[in-house]
T-cell receptor, first 117, second 113 residues
């Protein structure tokens, strides 16, 4: 079974600084995908970034980048130039293929990020 | 365009009652997923639809839970004889195809008294 581990229940960062949110994963599938979602207090899960297991380069999306280290089975999210609006819960997730086609996401327990002035 | 919508946003019910939660996916998305998020946890998979059929319902906790998607668009999650342990946020997600990124709705917060 796939497993996602996020060991940081809470993180603080000062505005305009960079922050790294940790994520490690475990899977026996050679092909997999890793996602990061942001969940503000409103509750909606907002897709941030995706990394495929065979992608040669680390994914980037604006201020978000994914530090993918396959041998270590880690997929850390880096947020550069933090903004107050980045304060939210962040979830790492792994895609698992389903028997009937499609896929499901297995999520970690999340990291609560607080951006301070 | 419009994102995934879910109604109601909040539902309070009494133990033993029946509830229905509705999900309206992004137009044109063929894949639809339901997840349940308990307090302090990440979402957990319940069921996946491809078109009208439930392709995988392995995450449904027991036979009190059932979901339909009769016309391949809107889906309804149905919970019979609700229990206090069913209290959670129920999230719906949709994607253009089977292996694409899933986009989530705002969720329905269910409270069973």
């Amino acid at each position: 079974a796939q497993k996602i581990t996020q060991t940081q229940p809470g993180m603080f960062v000062q505005e305009k600084e960079a922050v790294t949110l940790d994520c490690t994963y475990d899977t026996s599938d050679p092909s997999y995908g890793l996602f990061w979602y942001k969940q503000p207090s409103s509750g909606e899960m907002i897709f941030l970034i995706y990394q495929g297991s065979y992608d040669q380069q680390n994914a980037t999306e604006g201020r978000y980048s994914l530090n993918f280290q396959k041998a270590r089975k880690s997929a850390n999210l880096v947020i550069s130039a933090s903004q107050l609006g980045d304060s939210a819960m962040y979830f790492c997730a792994m895609r698992e293929n389903l028997m009937g086609g499609g896929n499901k996401l297995t999520f970690g327990t999340g990291t609560q990020l607080k951006v301070e002035l | 365009g419009a994102g995934v919508s879910q109604t109601p946003s909040n539902k309070v019910t009494e133990k033993g009652k029946y509830v229905e939660l509705r999900c309206d996916p992004i137009s044109g998305h063929t894949a639809l997923y339901w997840y349940r998020q308990s307090l302090g946890q990440g979402p957990e998979f319940l069921i996946y639809f491809q078109g009208t059929g439930a392709a995988d319902d392995s995450g449904l906790p027991n036979d009190r839970f059932f979901a339909v998607r009769p016309e391949g668009s809107v889906s309804t999650l149905k919970i019979q004889r609700t229990e206090r342990g069913d209290s959670a946020v129920y999230l719906c997600a949709s994607s253009p195809g089977q292996t694409d990124t899933q986009y989530f709705g705002p969720g329905t917060r269910l409270t069973v008294l």
